[in-house]
């Protein structure tokens, strides 16, 4: 066979779509967004001479949607992704365990950065030296910091979260990130086995007036509307980790996982808290009113669960 023959066979062949996938019902899960990296991604191709970062979306009718994010990023299609659905009744119970604290969880940032990735909402406080917030105990061999939180949602109060609970999905799933202090940041510690752990917190719909706001983050949400739009919240405006997840002393789920979007680094020790937090309806439109990288608003930025296969789930 000719290497012209070859050529436009290979270019013929119909996309693949990963196995072990099961595709959401819901209607809405097929919009379209293209979204920057979480975390950059080093997979590039050239052309021309120039170098472009390949892009991946939430639709399951792009080409690179969530099926086939391995071919953005290899370690997508692991064996340890993320999330998964949490089935409580065969979860081990740890009963000898250190309890799990964030030490700092009411300190105050100097400044808080808020930033539409365009294709979430991330926050990223800035800290005075010593003051930034630590967690250790539970599953943690080490002492991780505090480095960022940012939401995940879908189109209406039925879905949104990306962990599920016994297969129930939630509206909104906030996740607190850290990284392990063994590697002195964020980007150093991001790679490494152990590097990163984060707190994933549920959300329940409560009704309030339209006027009233429960989060003091989403009071900030309308100035970064637009995508890859920020916003510096001074000092007097911060609020403290307290004020988002309240206080410590809820039991969790603990299991080893990865990163929920490319590059889907197997590096995160998850920790799923089993209490609930409370959004009202005028919150969840204003992040439903976030206008994507597609000029679109985005309306569902959750991954679909993946298999947990030889893992174990823990309960604390």
């Not at 990296?37 to 009718?61: F, P």
């Not at 392990?180 to 991001?190: I, P, Q, R, T």
């Not at 937090?277 to 204003?286: F, G, P």
């Amino acid at each position: 066979m000719s290497a012209l023959c070859l050529s436009l066979l290979l270019a013929c062949q119909p996309v693949v779509f990963a196995t072990d996938y099961t595709p959401e019902s819901d209607p809405q899960w097929g919009e379209k967004t293209t979204h920057p990296n979480e975390i950059s991604n080093d997979v590039a191709h050239s052309s021309g001479g120039s170098s472009k970062a390949q892009t991946w979306s939430y639709s399951l009718r792009d080409p690179l949607g969530p099926p086939n994010w391995p071919i953005v990023a290899a370690a997508c299609g692991g064996q340890f992704q993320s999330p998964i659905n949490i089935v409580s009744s065969r979860s081990l119970v740890v009963n000898r365990k250190v309890p799990l604290e964030i030490v700092g969880l009411s300190n105050l940032p100097l400044s808080i950065t808020a930033e539409n990735e365009g294709y979430s909402v991330k926050f990223t406080p800035k800290w005075s030296f010593w003051s930034r917030p630590m967690m250790r105990g539970g599953p943690l061999k080490t002492v991780y910091f505090f480095e960022q939180m940012h939401f995940h949602w879908g189109p209406n109060n039925t879905q949104g979260s990306e962990h599920t609970i016994d297969g129930r999905r939630f509206p909104l799933e906030v996740h607190l990130v850290f990284y392990n202090g063994l590697y002195g940041s964020f980007d150093d510690a991001k790679a490494e086995v152990d590097g990163l752990a984060v707190v994933g917190f549920m959300y329940e719909v409560v009704p309030s007036s339209s006027s009233f706001s429960l989060n003091s983050w989403a009071n900030f949400l309308p100035q970064v509307r637009q995508p890859k739009s920020t916003l510096e919240i001074p000092f007097t405006r911060v609020f403290s980790l307290l004020n988002v997840v309240g206080r410590m002393g809820w039991s969790y789920y603990a299991y080893d996982g990865s990163l929920t979007t490319p590059p889907c680094l197997e590096t995160v020790n998850w920790i799923v808290s089993t209490k609930r937090l409370a959004v009202t309806e005028q919150e969840m439109t204003r992040l439903r009113s976030l206008v994507g990288t597609n000029g679109a608003p985005i309306t569902l930025n959750y991954r679909p669960v993946q298999p947990q296969n030889t893992r174990r789930v823990f309960f604390y």
